[in-house]
């Protein structure tokens, strides 16, 4: 017996529920952010910190050290304040500046907020813990961080701040992948993102990004039901990014066919990567955020020479299962 049809009113008032849903609503990031943060330094604080040992004197934007002036040396290198205090002239020491520079992309496209269990993390706010502990992490190393299109690099104490405050009041549309722009040829770039977006512009992507020579690390983000894919029965499916709807009459029957698609998905991420040298990692949300911090570490102070790719479990798909309801 087939359902009787819906008004069109119904329809609307079902897809604009399952976004909200989607859109997590009712954990906003502004109210999660002090959390998140929190997160990110105690993950932080459990590192050892130094990546690559540039902790050394030179030319930079933060103080490094105070030492005695020396003969033939520039007057106007000397912080007469520090030496009015004693009898010896001093010069006020700043950090070296060829440090890296590390561009982070936490994607925070309307995919990100999907969370099957609303005990765990969002795709969002794990890839925004991610992003904020290892900013903190590079920086105490030694090394310039940056957002692209939101925050030019810098090496400052108060790096989390900044981050937070330009996400916070970024008025731009919510792009799945980084802006186009050229980073040096001795940056990293790590993008944190569930990485739904067609293979086709994840490529565009990666060119873009690696013309001039920087390596980088693709990091899916992924929540459990993304890659189990644990629904039956009659399912609606709601792209939160306004791709549509589409239901599921036994949603089970699904599984085989959604699982060969997630594995073909990851295979040309994996081959695209690959491709111009960069790395690529999987990141389930059910899982610790320290894992995928750990692994981006090191493969950071390895100089990009350590693979990290994750078992290849699961599979892709184009679109994620970012909302899901129950139809009637």
């Known amino acids: 017996m087939l359902d009787p049809p819906m008004s069109r009113d119904t329809v609307v008032a ?19 952010l002090p959390r998140l943060v929190l997160d990110a330094r105690r993950i932080a604080a459990t590192i050892i910190h130094g990546l690559h040992g540039r902790r050394r004197a030179g030319s930079g934007e933060n103080f490094w050290q105070y030492r005695r002036f020396a ?10 304040r520090r030496s009015a205090r004693d009898e010896h002239l001093y010069v006020r020491e700043r950090e070296w500046e060829a440090a890296h520079t590390v561009w982070l992309w936490p994607d925070r496209s309307a995919s990100m907020a999907f969370t099957s269990d609303i005990k765990r993390d969002s795709k969002l706010e794990r890839a925004l813990i991610v992003a904020f502990a290892m900013a ?6 030694g090394e310039r961080v940056g957002v692209p299109g939101l925050l030019a690099p810098t090496a400052s104490r108060d790096v989390i701040d900044r981050m937070a405050r330009a ?35 994840v490529a565009a992507m990666l060119d873009g990004c690696s013309g001039g020579g920087a390596h980088g690390t693709m990091a899916q983000i992924v929540d459990i039901a993304e890659e189990t894919f644990p629904y039956s029965g009659r399912v609606e499916f709601i792209e939160p990014e306004g791709a549509g709807a589409i239901t599921a009459g036994r949603a089970e029957t699904w599984s085989g066919d959604y699982a060969k698609r997630l594995a073909r998905h990851r295979d040309e991420l994996r081959a695209q990567a690959d491709r111009i040298d960069w790395l690529f990692a999987i990141h389930r949300t059910d899982r610790p955020a320290s894992e995928l911090v750990l692994h981006l570490h090191a493969a950071l102070t390895a100089g990009g020479g350590a693979r990290i790719h994750a078992p290849r479990h699961g599979a892709g798909a184009r679109s994620s299962p970012a ?6």
Do not use: C, M
């Open 14 to 32: 079902r897809e604009a529920a399952a976004i909200r849903h989607a859109s997590g609503e009712s954990r906003t990031l502004a109210a999660s």
């Open 167 to 201: 996400i916070l009041h970024d008025p731009a549309p919510r792009a799945s992948l980084p802006p186009t722009f050229r980073p040096g040829a001795l940056s990293e770039i790590v993008v944190l993102s569930d990485l739904w977006s067609p293979v086709a512009d």
């Open 71 to 80: 003969s033939g040396e520039p007057s106007q290198n000397v912080d007469w």
């Open 136 to 141: 903190e992490l590079l920086v105490d190393g």
């Open 323 to 328: 909302a899901a309801e129950p139809a009637p």
